[in-house]
């Protein structure tokens, strides 16, 4: 079972909709994640937040918005993307953001497809 | 920028034997963390292992070890008595510890790793 939990599992939906991704943890951390990753290839970066503020966005299309209501959760709303987004999401969660050791604990991922 | 490399994209390796997986790493850092993490088909990534820079102590996790070799900037992964829920997708991975350093985590490219029965 996986600390940290992601809904839903699988997404499609079309370049004109607006869908939410959702995260949550309970394990006390004070920094969430979201990363991108395509088949094949290793997790890219999109947000992170620490302390429930935007600490880094890197460089994300504005079709991605990222929310952080509360320590424990954090959303992935998504409007007008492309079929070139369609990708495995990736949320994680670690006890800071700092320059600390702390290991990330990702979640099982959102099968996203855009058609 | 710090980079990451795992130069097998792909290894096997027979149940019940020991393999090894390859990391290199480049970095000006003196301070940093390494890890391996694994992605079965599940998805889920899940944490190896994790050596942090300053411990010359190479990491163990039961059948896990590394071989962190800090001049080399060398982080193998070993795994021992393989069994065939170890088939994976396993990445290495560098996170700075420099006060002001970068919070990203920066990942290797992954080896894909089968398990023969």
């Known amino acids: 079972d996986t600390e940290v939990t992601q809904t839903p599992k699988h997404l499609v939906m079309g370049m004109t909709n607006k869908k939410s991704l959702k995260c949550e943890q309970h394990m006390g951390h004070r920094a969430m994640y979201w990363y991108k990753q395509k088949a094949k290839k290793p997790p890219e970066l999109m947000f992170v937040y620490s302390y429930e503020k935007l600490s880094i966005n890197e460089s994300v299309p504005s079709r991605f918005s990222p929310e952080c209501p509360n320590s424990s959760l954090l959303n992935l709303h998504l409007h007008a993307l492309q079929p070139e987004d369609s990708a495995l999401y990736l949320c994680?969660?670690?006890?800071?953001?700092?320059?600390?050791?702390?290991?990330?604990?990702f979640g099982n991922g959102t099968r996203l497809t855009v058609t | 920028a710090q980079t990451v490399t795992q130069s097998q994209p792909e290894m096997s390796v027979q149940e019940a034997e020991t393999v090894t997986l390859s990391c290199t790493y480049d970095t000006s850092e003196s301070d940093y963390y390494l890890f391996w993490y694994k992605q079965p088909p599940s998805r889920q990534m899940i944490l190896v292992i994790r050596q942090e820079a300053y411990k010359q102590q190479n990491a163990t996790e039961n059948r896990f070890s590394v071989n962190f070799q800090k001049a080399a900037k060398s982080f193998s992964l070993k795994i021992s008595d393989s069994q065939l829920g170890d088939a994976a997708m396993y990445f290495c991975a560098y996170r700075s510890a420099t006060q002001g350093g970068s919070e990203k985590l920066v990942f290797g490219k992954g080896t894909k790793l089968t398990v023969n029965p």
């Open positions: 994680a969660s670690s006890q800071d953001a700092t320059a600390s050791g702390s290991p990330l604990h």
